[in-house]
């Protein structure tokens, strides 16, 4: 009899969404087939594909794609026999028109994602993907920044809207493991649905917390080919598989085959080298979102500037994701201080 172990673990792989923001938008439909369906050859349960900002995320402020995210997710849903095609929405950027067009294509479910004191904003939208036949999760934001009862408040009010599950988001890389432990404890013995974690790896802890919040009861755990995705990246899929398998864990999903499109479908995607550097672990130092890594890159190189020194102004003003225009204010002010001391 097969080891059920993890059985009711559901993984979700987003190197086709929060990758995105790593290749800057960039993603081509035949890297989108590609990688699809080599991740659902390896038995891969679900596959997120949109902007890395969520539907309706091309544009000037956060990026523009090079491809329209529909003609992504459409290629995706073609290539995907088993695995199920997920998207993000973030309210305010995708609208509810974006949301019926990705069903349409075939999308099956979408994580509604809003800042962890924001949950309010989302009612609209968990409830038309339920009306739509999809699974609608919440997805709360920059985790770190709020108490936990905070958190408790704002997930409760996602599940009163509909939500199936209700993830801790750590958009910075910023929770520690404990930290990670009392924000799922909390969920899990507040709520009566699931609990997932997603996790950035800035301060080299994303395997570490993802374990933590699986040992506390999360179910929807969240990963990435390679780390492929913003700042450091995220969860590495493979690595976590291999490190779940080691601790009596069977996911279903074929290791080698990871293993093997990890290195010979995204590996040639990637531009550079996605590990930990000076900025993505500034990021996580700070509590910085983990997207604003290379717009503050690009700002420090316009003004002058030490990219960590417009990250860390960005972490004390507590800047959230969706204020990408912030990082240009920010960096003009920095820049000006500076003339002024000299």
């Known amino acids: 009899m ?39 050859n390896a038995g891969m349960h679900y596959i997120e594909v949109s902007h890395g900002d969520g539907l309706g995320g091309s544009t000037v402020q956060y990026g523009k794609s090079l491809v329209n995210e529909f003609k992504l997710i459409e290629a995706a849903v073609e290539e995907a026999k088993k ?3 997920a998207v993000l929405l973030l309210p305010g950027i995708g609208t509810v028109h974006e949301l019926k067009e990705a069903r ?41 920044s709020v108490p936990v009862d905070k958190l408790v ?44 974690f997603h996790a950035h790896n800035n301060l080299s802890l994303a395997v ?27 969860t590495q899929t493979e690595v976590l598989i291999a490190v779940m398998e080691r601790m009596g864990y069977n996911l279903f999903i074929d290791l080698y085959k990871m293993m093997d499109l990890a290195e010979d479908v995204v590996g040639p995607i990637i531009q550079g080298s996605q590990e930990i550097k000076k900025g993505s ?34 972490g004390r003003l507590k800047v959230v994701g969706g204020q990408e225009d912030m990082i240009l204010d920010v960096a003009a002010k920095l820049a000006e201080n500076q003339k002024v001391e000299a």
Do not use: W
């Open 2 to 40: 097969a080891n059920q172990k993890g059985k009711d673990i559901k993984i979700t792989e987003v190197c086709l969404r929060d990758g995105s923001h790593a290749v800057a938008h960039q993603f081509t439909v035949q890297q989108v087939r590609d990688v699809t369906r080599a991740l659902d």
């Open 281 to 314: 672990l500034a990021m996580g130092y700070a509590g910085v979102y983990s997207s604003f890594l290379l717009h503050a890159e690009r700002a420090g190189e316009r003004f002058g500037l030490d990219p960590r020194d417009i990250l860390m102004e960005l």
């Open 153 to 196: 408040e704002q997930a409760k009010l996602m599940e009163s809207y509909g939500a199936q599950a209700v993830y801790v988001t750590d958009s910075a890389g910023a929770l520690l493991p404990h930290q990670v432990k009392e924000r799922i404890k909390a969920l899990r013995h507040s709520l009566d649905i699931e609990i997932g």
């Open 104 to 144: 349409e294509i075939g999308a099956k479910l979408v994580r509604v994602a809003t800042h962890s004191t924001e949950a309010d904003v989302s009612a609209q939208h968990i409830q038309l993907a339920r009306e739509l036949g999809m699974e609608a999760l919440g997805f709360l934001m920059m985790a770190h």
């Open 208 to 234: 570490a917390n993802t374990l933590a919040a699986i040992e506390e009861g999360a179910t929807r755990i969240d990963g990435s080919v390679r780390c492929l995705g913003a700042g450091a990246g995220n």
């Open 83 to 85: 695995a199920k095609i």
